[in-house]
T-cell receptor
Framework: GQNIDQPTEMTATEGAIVQINCTYQTSGFNGLFWYQQHAGEAPTFLSY????GLEEKGRFSSFLSRSKGYSYLLLKELQMKDSASYLCAVNGGATNKLIFGTGTLLAVQP | GAVVSQHPSRVICKSGTSVKIECRSL??????MFWYRQFPKQSLMLMATSNEGSKATYEQGVEKDKFLINHASLTLSTLTVTSAHPEDSSFYICSAATGRLFNEQYFGPGTRLTVT
């Protein structure tokens, strides 16, 4: 079956670093995406990993290990506006469908 | 960048009526469009995959006769919720894929449907 797991909620402090983990088990794999979603809005693209390793983009980095079925999103220098849900999604392969995890609701506190 | 619009952004309808939601890719041609549903505090659930000029592929458990999808052109897909009921109240989001690069999906702003 298809399964993507993320922690439901996390809390972090402004200015700090937070790591959001995602583990997946899917029948196919054509890349892993991270999206940010504020309440009542559509998801916005953050990162894409298809090869093992770390992709860095400003304050956001994403890591992938295909052998372990594992990814994480790293957010540095947290700002209050980073409070949002972070969705891990796997492109399942042939059909290019995205399978979404449950999302992690991040609360950044002063 | 790629922009996807949805219309309407919010709609309230009475139980038993039908509602049509439009999804448009504004500055690119989308080979595939996807329709998702999101209930409060839950993640996105894929409802169907739509390719231009062909029938939509529905996910298991999604009634194709209730959620009618038309993908008449490379820039427009519509979702019609027929005979809506209160349990259909949800946030409906479409996305469009270009088929290029890693086939990134660009999401529309979503439509909040409330059935009374």
């Amino acid at each position: 079956g298809q399964n993507i797991d993320q922690p439901t909620e996390m809390t972090a402090t402004e200015g700090a670093i937070v790591q959001i983990n995602c583990t997946y088990q899917t029948s196919g794999f054509n890349g892993l995406f991270w999206y940010q979603q504020h309440a009542g809005e559509a998801p916005t693209f953050l990162s894409y990993n298809v090869l093992d390793g770390l992709e860095e983009k400003g304050r956001f980095s994403s890591f992938l290990s295909r052998s372990k079925g594992y990814s994480y999103l790293l957010l540095k220098e947290l700002q209050m506006k980073d409070s949002a849900s972070y969705l891990c999604a796997v492109n399942g392969g042939a059909t290019n469908k995205l399978i979404f995890g449950t999302g992690t609701l991040l609360a950044v506190q002063p | 960048g790629a922009v996807v619009s949805q219309h309407p952004s919010r709609v309230i309808c009475k139980s038993g009526t039908s509602v049509k939601i439009e999804c448009r890719s504004l500055d690119f041609q989308a080979t595939t469009m996807f329709w998702y549903r999101q209930f409060p505090k839950q993640s996105l659930m894929l409802m169907a995959t739509s390719n231009e000029g062909s029938k939509a592929t529905y996910e298991q458990g999604v009634e194709k006769d209730k959620f009618l999808i038309n993908h008449a052109s490379l820039t427009l897909s519509t979702l019609t919720v027929t005979s809506a009921h209160p349990e259909d109240s949800s946030f409906y989001i479409c996305s469009a894929a270009t088929g290029r690069l890693f086939n990134e999906q660009y999401f529309g702003p979503g439509t909040r449907l409330t059935v009374t």
